[in-house]
């Protein structure tokens, strides 16, 4: 990703996933009460896979370009 704005989106949605997975997880582990997810392993599996996505795409936006491609 070479555009700033493609990278900051990255970053965003990097950043949202990661907390989204975060709550998913902690409702999975009965660390969160008061959902239908409380204490149920099946979310804390789904937290922890967006958290991963989440945490790969603040990654991928943070990295910095390749200077000088050959042939782009």
Known sequence: MNSRIGRIALI???VIAVIIGGVFAGQGMNLIPGSFMTGNRMWLTIGLIVAAVGIILVVLGLRRPR??????
């Open 67 to 72: 200077a000088g491609r050959p042939g782009k």
């Open 12 to 14: 965003a949605v990097g």
